[in-house]
């Protein structure tokens, strides 16, 4: 009877992974979601919740950074009041990201010239 319990069960589990095509979290100083904000260029690791995984539309692919973008928040569902700011990142393959999962986050962030616009790129990640 366990044999076909666990049976069953494979292909169940099978049907929620997906093949993560970056690599796990590096050794980064690991900040809130707030300091990483504020901070200067580098790379950190956020523990934070998705938020949201927003494609591109196909119409304008050729004006994206990638095939969607990541919604990062501290907590997932995002409060309602503005200071809970997420941290949006250019994604490829995002069908690996699923909404309300919490990880590690390897990021990398620049600034403009200005030094107030953040970029960030996804360097890696592992969900809890």
């Keep these: 009877m366990r044999t076909l319990a666990l049976a069953l069960l494979l292909p169940l589990a099978a049907c929620d992974s997906v093949e993560a095509t970056y ?9 809130a ?36 973008t990541l919604v990062l928040a501290a907590e997932y569902p995002v409060p309602p009041d503005p ?4 941290v949006h990142v250019p994604v490829d393959a995002p069908d690996q990201f699923r909404v309300g999962r919490r ?19 996804l360097l ?3 969900l809890d």
């Design 23 to 31: 690599p796990g979290p590096g050794e980064y100083a690991e900040v």
């Design 33 to 68: 979601l707030d300091q990483l904000l504020a901070a200067d260029p580098g790379r950190y690791n956020l523990h934070a919740s998705v938020a949201e995984v927003r494609p591109c539309p196909r119409d304008q692919l050729i004006l994206c950074a990638a095939e969607a």
């Design 83 to 86: 200071v809970s700011l997420g």
């Design 103 to 121: 990880g590690t986050f390897s990021l990398e962030l620049q600034r403009s010239p200005s030094g107030t616009e953040p970029t960030f790129t």
């Design 124 to 126: 890696g990640y592992a």
